[in-house]
């Protein structure tokens, strides 16, 4: 028998719902989403998280669309099932504590180095290197399965953006901001890629460079991370 959902209220404050709703309409507008694709999710207490519905799309969302799920998946609140891609989030909560949003998406530059069995390339765009730092690749799993949420499980350990292979991203942050905007700069910084492989060879930035930037990465995150939980919880 099909599962039946019952329309419960939502708990979640309706400035929380409404931000969340706006994330997904900026990421169809910035077309790193197109038809049903892509999903958000947002930590509201210790023990639940405020997702996108399965299906709809997401650029169109009503603040009474979204759905109420416990960190071990069960559905608490919303009146449609959750997004089909919980497990993928579910494995960011699982490996990291400090991660308070999860945006999946399927940005069409950034998407693309993976058919090539690449990611983006390290060491070459000092803001990418401050704002996502090194950008995974997991390799393939179909959609919509715990097989994808595996793979991810161990990379969210060491990396805040992965590209997954023949599919699309998936960023997480300690706000929804961070997680949004680190969606939102991956693809920008792949564009940037992108355009300078059509005029020649990429020069990469020194070692001691690098080395620099990802250490004033390390120092600003030390820094903002009461910030960043701050202003999740302080926002409503
Ligand atoms: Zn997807």
Redesign the pocket.
């Known amino acids: 028998m099909a599962p039946t959902f019952r329309p419960h209220r939502l708990q979640a404050p309706f400035a929380t719902r409404e931000a969340l709703v706006r994330v997904c309409a900026a990421l169809a507008a910035r077309q790193l989403i197109a038809g049903q694709?892509?999903n958000v999710s947002l930590r509201i207490g210790s023990d639940r998280l405020l997702v996108t519905p399965s299906g709809f799309a997401k650029g169109a969302l009503d603040v009474d669309d979204l759905v109420e799920v416990s960190l071990a998946g069960e559905q608490l609140a919303g009146r449609h099932p959750a997004t089909s891609?919980l497990g993928l989030h579910l494995a960011a909560y699982d490996a990291r504590p400090d991660v308070h949003a999860v945006v999946?998406a399927?940005p069409v530059t950034a998407t693309a180095f993976t058919l090539l069995g690449e990611s983006i390339p390290d060491g070459v765009l000092a803001e990418l290197m401050l704002t996502v730092g090194t950008v995974a690749l997991a390799p393939y799993a179909q959609?919509g399965t715990a097989a994808l949420g595996n793979v991810v499980r161990l990379l969210f350990r060491q990396h805040d953006v992965i590209l997954l292979a023949h599919?699309?991203a998936v960023a997480a942050g300690r706000s929804l901001q961070e997680a949004h905007f680190a969606m939102e700069s991956l693809e920008h910084g792949a564009r940037m890629i992108h355009a300078a492989r059509q005029l020649g060879r990429i020069i990469s930035l020194q070692d001691a460079a690098c080395d620099a930037l990802r250490e004033a990465r390390r120092g600003a995150r030390n820094g903002s991370a009461s910030d960043a939980a701050f202003m999740e919880n302080g926002n409503d």
Do not use: K
Request: aromatic share 0%; net charge negative.
């Open positions: 694709d892509g891609e999946h399927h959609p599919h699309g």
